[in-house]
């Protein structure tokens, strides 16, 4: 291993996880509101175990995304502008896609199959055409919160992450939010995400489900037509907030 590389290793590690001297509780590189909102969950024993596992993976092996970014979901959304929270899997796993929120890719990488239906789906919803760039910073910036259920990925390995603890602190962040939180709206795209959205308290939050937007699903008529964010819009109109610029 170079020094090169070796002193980027450490930067990298200090950006992202670091212990506060002479206490037991993790302070984590994300934005200052969800420390607050989250403060107990950083200090369970699962979350210690889960860094340990992150830590080893992107020493050993190439991952995603890159480490200072792994939080950027909450770092581009502040707990107190949470407003629509969207639910994916885990990062993609190919070189230079992944930037810390689901279903978005880096500025200048193709657009996945999965993005280009949301697009049409905009598209044809709103009658929007396609975006520049398939980055979604600029919906995280306007309150919608891109969350995979997995935060971290090995690169080719689809779900190489998957039951190492990252599925029980998102659990956490859903449940902070349904149960602090009022008129959120929350859309949950294909199984997986209906199933971990089932803990949203549907009588405070509007919940709006469909099929992935992915061609497998998108093509059986799962995807098109959902009006997802027409109705979101809608929905933030009624209750006097700021519609999403999609």
């Known amino acids: 291993m170079s020094v090169n590389f070796k002193i980027a290793l450490q930067m990298l590690w200090r950006t992202i996880f670091i212990f506060v001297k002479n206490k037991r509780l993790m302070?984590?590189?994300?934005?200052?509101?969800?420390?607050?909102?989250?403060?107990?969950?950083?200090?369970?024993?699962?979350?210690?175990?889960?860094?340990?596992?992150?830590?080893?993976?992107?020493?050993?092996?190439?991952?995603?995304?890159?480490?200072?970014?792994?939080?950027?979901?909450?770092?581009?959304c502040p707990y107190d502008k949470v407003e629509v929270v969207i639910l994916g899997q885990d990062p993609y796993h190919g070189p230079g896609q992944a930037n810390g929120l689901c279903f978005s890719v880096k500025d200048g990488v193709p657009l996945p199959p999965s993005l280009q239906n949301i697009f049409r789906e905009i598209q044809t919803d709103l009658d929007k055409p396609f975006p520049p760039t398939g980055n979604l910073e600029r919906w995280a910036d306007q309150g919608v919160l891109l969350l995979n259920a997995v935060l971290t990925v090995r690169q080719g390995e689809a779900n190489s992450h998957q039951g190492k603890g990252w599925e029980a602190f998102t659990d956490a962040v859903i449940?902070?939010?349904?149960?602090?939180?009022?008129?959120?709206?929350?859309?949950?795209?294909g199984g997986?995400?209906?199933?971990?959205?089932?803990?949203?308290?549907?009588?405070?939050?509007?919940?709006?489900?469909?099929?992935?937007?992915?061609?497998?699903?998108?093509?059986?008529?799962?995807?098109?037509?959902?009006?997802?964010?027409?109705?979101?819009?809608?929905?933030?109109?009624?209750?006097?907030?700021?519609?999403?610029?999609?």
């Open 27 to 76: 302070n984590v590189a994300i934005h200052d509101s969800w420390k607050e909102a989250l403060v107990e969950e950083f200090d369970k024993p699962y979350f210690k175990q889960l860094i340990d596992f992150v830590k080893e993976e992107y020493t050993n092996h190439t991952c995603y995304p890159p480490g200072k970014q792994i939080f950027s979901a909450f770092d581009h």
């Open 192 to 246: 997986s995400a209906k199933k971990k959205g089932a803990r949203v308290d549907k009588n405070r939050h509007l919940v709006l489900e469909s099929g992935h937007p992915s061609p497998l699903s998108a093509n059986k008529g799962h995807w098109f037509g959902n009006k997802h964010f027409s109705k979101t819009n809608a929905f933030l109109k009624e209750k006097g907030k700021r519609e999403i610029e999609w």
């Open 175 to 189: 449940q902070k939010i349904s149960d602090e939180k009022k008129d959120v709206v929350f859309l949950l795209w």
